[in-house]
T-cell receptor, first 113, second 114 residues
């Protein structure tokens, strides 16, 4: 059974450019989470969805960040315009319920020059 | 906001030694999960503890949930290089509106030297 699939694995772009990260959750999982991981701040929850509906976006740093989940099998996290301080590893995770163990993708390593 | 403090932040020991890492909070958790993350990969669940005082064993790894459900520890016996990784704890708190989701600690970076 396929796990959580993220793309791309690596992204290097110049500041000011739009960045789109993609995630396919595990089939049957009703919850999808987006995290950002840095050495300084660890794993930070950005936003999570339940049945494709955003539930808590309080972790989204600012208006430059947006996330969508148009259907149960796909979600995007978009940064526009990107800045060097957005450089981090972004993880997507899914779970059956909000407090059940989460299954993580392998992440997208984002570098903004 | 619930805060999970993990200690130590970094730990480097020789193969064969024992070690304990800690996860502490002032909040009470309904359950607590431990994950291990290897370089270039996402965190992977190791265990979930639910009951205060609960002890779970996974081969050479022993997980304990504090009696008050505010803290947890992970003890590794005879550490091996394959144990190297980032160990994360994550707690679940229930508020009046239901489960608030997982709160992750910053993790313990563990290096086991051959």
């Amino acid at each position: 059974d396929a796990g959580v699939i993220q793309s791309p694995r690596h992204e290097v772009t110049e500041m000011g450019q739009e960045v789109t990260l993609r995630c396919k959750p595990i089939s049957g999982h009703d919850y999808l989470f987006w995290y950002r991981q840095t050495m300084m701040r660890g794993l930070e929850l950005l936003i999570y969805f339940n049945n494709n509906v955003p539930i808590d976006d309080s972790g989204m740093p600012e208006d430059r960040f947006s996330a969508k989940m148009p259907n149960a099998s796909f979600s995007t996290l978009k940064i526009q315009p990107s800045e060097p301080r957005d450089s981090a590893v972004y993880f997507c995770a899914s779970s059956v319920t909000v407090n059940q163990p989460q299954h993580f993708g392998d992440g997208t390593r984002l570098s903004i020059l | 906001t619930q805060l999970l403090e993990q200690s130590p932040q970094f730990l480097s020991i020789q193969e064969g030694e024992n070690l304990t890492v800690y996860c502490n909070s002032s909040s009470v958790f309904s359950s607590l999960q431990w994950y291990r993350q290897e370089p270039g990969e996402g965190p992977v669940l190791l265990v979930t503890v639910v009951t205060g005082g609960e002890v779970k064993k996974l081969k050479r790894l022993t997980f304990q949930f504090g009696d008050a459900r505010k803290d947890s520890s992970l003890h590794i016996t005879a550490a091996q290089p394959g144990d190297t990784g980032l160990y994360l704890c994550a707690g679940v708190v229930y508020s009046g509106g239901g489960a608030d989701g997982l709160t992750f600690g910053k993790g313990t970076h563990l290096i086991i030297q051959p």
